[in-house]
């Protein structure tokens, strides 16, 4: 997994509540079980046309925020079913932030094993990084985990909180396989003890 230390990027304004999964990625998208892919379909219901066109009027369809790579939205985000496929979807289109008041806690511990990171904040705060994100592409935002602190574009900082085990895991790019594979050493060490004791297993 890739890790996750600073981010600058452009940050999308997305000021709507309960998005759910199916909003995310339809369920339509759920056949494979590769990570990479659906990013194109992500939010597709709102992204495109009937006829298969872009609606122009979607913000990750503006010239501006075509190459978000953060996004800030509402309250709840990431309800309804449980499936993976939604931050995959996310991550493979180029967030690699999500800033809301709420998430759901599935999507919420998701985003964490897939490389994203899910920053909570009060509405108040939220409020003013959606009004940060909606000056366009020049508006640049800094996402520093190490230090837990949001730079907006003039400068203002604000800081957030992170449980300190998942941030370890984003900063050095673990996923449950990495965090099983750092004890690598120490599983060989079991095994070959134990095939000692019980040859005959």
């Known amino acids: ?18 998005i759910d999964t199916d909003m995310i990625i339809p369920k339509q998208f759920l056949k494979t079980i590769k990570r ?14 009937d006829d298969g066109t872009e609606n122009e009027n979607f913000v990750l369809n503006k ?16 309800c309804g079913s449980s499936r993976e496929h939604a931050p995959w979807a996310i991550k493979d289109f180029g967030i690699r932030c999500v800033i809301a008041p709420g998430f759901a806690d ?10 994203i990171l899910p920053i909570a904040l009060p509405q108040e705060q939220v409020d003013r990084l959606m ?10 935002m800094e996402i520093d985990l190490e230090n837990q602190t949001i730079t907006m574009s003039d400068g203002e900082t604000v800081a957030f909180e992170v449980d300190s085990f998942r941030k370890h895991c984003l900063l050095e790019g673990l996923d449950d396989i990495g965090l099983t594979l750092e004890k690598a050493s120490a599983i060989d060490s ?4 134990a095939s000692q004791a019980r040859p005959w297993v």
């Open 63 to 78: 010239p501006a925020y075509r190459d978000a790579e953060i996004l800030v939205t509402g309250d709840n985000f990431g």
């Open 106 to 115: 599935i999507f919420f511990n998701n985003c964490f094993k897939n490389g």
């Open 131 to 140: 009004d940060d994100a909606e000056k366009g592409a020049n508006a640049r």
């Open 36 to 49: 990479s892919g659906l990013g194109v379909n992500l939010f597709d219901e709102m992204r495109y046309n």
């Open 1 to 18: 997994m890739e890790k996750f230390e600073k981010l600058t990027g452009v940050a999308a304004p997305l000021p709507l509540i309960n």
């Open 190 to 193: 079991f095994e070959a003890s």
